[in-house]
């Protein structure tokens, strides 16, 4: 099959994400033209709304129920990180609708970019864990200003044939025997924070000076091992795959889709504590009014138990609608570090939180990724 023949099968929800990857390795594409095709559109019309959000999530499994009500998807254009969101959305970017995860919606409302969200409109939200309900941060003088849609976890996904290790942690990421076969990911977050927890940092989301001079010269000490710094989970599942990293910082859902494949890879559980993220939509304050009604809808859709049940089963993420967990089997709940009740894992890593002193250290980690 043509390329735009498998892209039309994926959104029309003949072809899963997965099967679409591994048709176009068939045919000669590899995994790397599937961000792109990704990127055509995904509405035959200009009435839906715009949502900006990570790659993956335009998959029609996650908003089914809205291309039922409305026969079309909305309308997806993507970020590589939430800092080029942010900047983007400053400059003059208006979406109707935003995913961040949870540690930057502060910051977010503080500047304007999301309005309240009015939870009432939506038939799925009392169905969220009770503890993604109120995360800190999201309501604000009874004001609601962002639902939760799906949480998981950074941890290291490394090859079990390929590294040797007596025990679990962070320090993987250290380990000389790997120079130039270990790959970190490129952001404040998933970078310098997992040098903040294996440095010690007491709370590495509001590090002290000392704490920052720790973390500094452990991700200096880090840069010449490393093959590269990652942005995207497609880059680590071709890295491990392929044997180029032994070793990566990634999510669950690189994790799950190697798996898939039969490559020998497990997802750690360090002893210095993964840490765990929540990540859900928020409203922006300037969409366009006319596509409100159906901005909830597909807010809606995305957290409910369907959307749910796809996710579990294609990224190996947590979602926040409890009932989805109900429509998994348990085996495939098992296969992806779940359980029925997700508050074990909820509460097994560290919470990932606002970071109290972002801009001295994203100068910090460009220094570093300088040689500076």
């Known amino acids: 099959m043509e390329a735009n023949e498998l892209m039309d099968k994926m959104t029309s929800g003949k072809m899963t994400r997965r099967e679409f990857k591994k048709a176009l390795a068939a045919v000669g594409l590899g995994l790397f033209a599937a961000p792109l095709a990704s990127r055509r559109g995904l509405a035959a019309t200009e009435d839906h709304p715009v949502i900006f959000t990570w790659e993956g999530y335009e998959d029609p499994g996650m908003h089914g129920s809205y291309l039922s009500k409305h026969g079309e998807s909305p309308n997806f254009t993507f970020f590589g990180d939430e800092e080029e969101a942010f900047a983007k959305m400053r400059a003059g970017f208006t979406p109707d609708i935003v995913m961040p995860c949870s540690y930057k919606v502060a910051i977010w409302r503080d500047a304007g970019i999301i309005q309240p969200i009015d939870d009432s409109r939506l038939s799925n939200f009392?169905?969220?864990?009770?503890?993604?309900?109120?995360?800190?941060?999201?309501?604000?003088?009874?004001?609601?200003y962002w639902v939760c849609m799906d949480w998981g976890q950074t941890s290291i996904i490394y090859r079990e044939d390929m590294v040797d290790i007596e025990e679990e942690s962070w320090g993987l990421m250290w380990d000389e025997r790997y120079r130039g076969r270990l790959s970190m990911m490129d952001s404040l977050i998933d970078g310098v924070m997992v040098a903040?927890?294996?440095?010690?940092?007491?709370?590495?989301?509001?590090?002290?000076?000392?704490?920052?001079?720790?973390?500094?010269?452990?991700?200096?000490?880090?840069?010449?091992?490393?093959?590269?710094?990652?942005?995207?989970?497609?880059?680590?599942?071709?890295?491990?795959?392929?044997?180029?990293?032994?070793?990566?910082?990634?999510?669950?859902?690189?994790?799950?889709?190697?798996?898939?494949?039969?490559?020998?890879?497990?997802?750690?559980?360090?002893?210095?504590?993964?840490?765990?993220?929540?990540?859900?939509i928020s409203?922006?304050?300037?969409?366009?009014?006319?596509?409100?009604?159906?901005a909830y809808d597909i807010i809606d859709a995305l957290i409910s138990p369907e959307a749910?049940?796809?996710?579990?089963?294609?990224?190996?993420?947590?979602?926040?609608?409890?009932?989805?967990?109900?429509?998994?089997?348990?085996?495939?709940?098992?296969?992806?570090?779940?359980?029925?009740?997700?508050?074990?894992?909820?509460?097994?890593?560290?919470?990932?939180?606002?970071i109290g002193n972002e801009p001295e250290l994203q100068n910090m980690f460009e220094e570093v990724k300088t040689g500076a």
């Not at 969220?128 to 999201?138: A, F």
């Not at 091992?225 to 989970?233: G, W």
Request: aromatic share 8%; with cysteine.
């Open 126 to 144: 009392g169905d969220t864990i009770e503890s993604l309900k109120n995360v800190p941060d999201m309501v604000v003088d009874g004001k609601r």
């Open 308 to 354: 749910g049940a796809w996710e579990i089963t294609e990224f190996g993420y947590g979602h926040a609608n409890r009932k989805a967990f109900d429509l998994v089997d348990d085996a495939t709940l098992a296969d992806r570090g779940l359980t029925r009740n997700p508050e074990d894992r909820l509460n097994s890593g560290i919470f990932q939180e606002p």
């Open 196 to 280: 903040a927890i294996y440095g010690g940092a007491k709370d590495p989301f509001n590090m002290t000076p000392e704490e920052v001079d720790r973390t500094k010269e452990l991700l200096r000490e880090q840069l010449p091992l490393l093959r590269y710094y990652s942005s995207s989970p497609t880059d680590i599942q071709n890295a491990l795959a392929s044997g180029e990293v032994v070793a990566a910082v990634g999510w669950n859902d690189a994790y799950s889709a190697l798996k898939a494949e039969g490559i020998p890879v497990k997802f750690m559980e360090p002893k210095e504590g993964a840490m765990t993220w929540t990540c859900g």
């Open 283 to 294: 409203l922006m304050a300037e969409g366009d009014a006319s596509k409100l009604d159906k």
